[in-house]
Every structure is written in structure tokens, then in C-alpha cells.
């Protein structure tokens, strides 16, 4: 099945669901596009952070994750 297809079939699902399911497919798109808005976020944030000589190597990260977490 091909994108327009898909799109033409959710736009019949939309327009035939009801308040219930619209809600739930609302939700849904909503949450995802906060989930991308949150990721260029934190992505825009470390990029700074890697201008600013704010960064640590990752051997230095890995061996305080297992220090903490050593049981």
C-alpha cells in the first residue's frame, strides 16, 4: 500500500470515527510531535554543549555508569 493510499484510508477513518477514537488518534499525533519537538531539543542542546568544550569522553562516561551501577 503506497503513502497516498494510506492517507486517503485514514482520512476515511477520521471522517467515520467517533469522538472516542478521535481523541485517541489525536493524542497519539500529538504525543509523537512532542517526542520529535523533545529530541531536536536535547540534539540543539548537546550541539551547544560540544561548542562550549562541555563535553567528557565516552570511556570517562562509561566507567562512571558502572561505578554507580556496580552491585
Known sequence: MGVAQIREELHQFINNADERILNLMYGMMKADIK???ALEE?????LEQ???GEVREHAAVIAEIRARYKS
Open 42 to 46: 536535547s540534539i540543539a542542546r548537546g
Open 35 to 37: 517526542k520529535d519537538e
Open 50 to 52: 560540544s561548542k562550549k
